[in-house]
């Protein structure tokens, strides 16, 4: 019995874990709206020295999970949820990764503002950063109608992308002296495509929590 309550507890504080991690990342994406509207340069940086924090929390996370096969050797669903926590994470860190990257791109060079022209940018940001919270919350509770739901709202995500790339081939027929700025801006949408990927594999882990499959693919 104890060394259940023990289990128990070393896995509540993996899933606050996942929960902090999540949040890191929901504010940042909610960062870069902010930092590539305004052309904010400091707060392009900020994202960049959060993302370290982002990558400390993944180290502490898999950590723990080592920690709990090793100490407490779990089997059957036990195992699985911290197997897939294993999965999860990197994700998590990727997407991380991302948000630096679309600050990167912020920083790189003094341009003509043309944000107002570039209408779906933020709404890929806005279903990208629900589309991460959903996804922790659905793994952590073992929601797989839940994880199924956002998975479809991938869709929405690449549709969106879709809008932009019209946008940005809009401005070039106008504007040809904006080509390196236009560039970035595809790189950026494409950036929060890859984020919803990753937020699908998360979801993928979820429902292999409950099926040991991926894919249709028996893993465990």
Not at 23 to 44: G, P, S, V, Y
Not at 105 to 113: F, Y
Not at 127 to 146: C, G, H, Q, S
């Amino acid at each position: 019995m104890a060394a259940r309550l023990s289990f128990d507890a070393e896995l509540r504080l993996l899933k606050e874990d996942l929960h902090e991690m999540a949040r890191l990342i929901e504010a940042a994406i909610e960062k870069i709206m902010i930092a590539f509207e305004n052309q904010d340069e400091a707060l392009a940086r900020d994202i960049i020295q959060g993302d370290r924090i982002v990558n400390d929390i993944e180290k502490a996370i898999e950590a723990r999970c080592l920690s709990l096969i090793i100490k407490q050797q779990p089997v059957a669903r036990d195992l699985r949820i911290v197997t897939t926590a294993l999965k999860v994470v990197t994700d998590m860190e990727r997407i991380g990764d991302h948000a630096a990257d679309i600050a990167e791109l912020i920083l790189r060079e003094k341009r003509e503002h043309i944000y107002d022209l570039i209408k779906h940018i933020p709404e890929m940001g806005n279903a990208t950063k629900d589309m991460v919270r959903d996804a922790v919350t659905a793994f952590t509770t073992l929601n797989v109608e839940m994880a199924r739901e956002i998975m479809k709202r991938d869709d929405i995500v690449d549709e969106l992308f879709d809008k932009v790339k019209l946008e940005v081939a809009n401005i070039l027929k106008t504007s040809s002296g904006q080509v390196d700025q236009c560039m970035d801006i595809l790189m950026i949408a494409k950036y929060f495509v890859r984020i919803g990927d990753h937020v699908v594999n998360m979801c993928e882990w979820t429902e292999f929590h409950e099926t040991g499959t991926v894919n249709n693919i028996r893993l465990l």
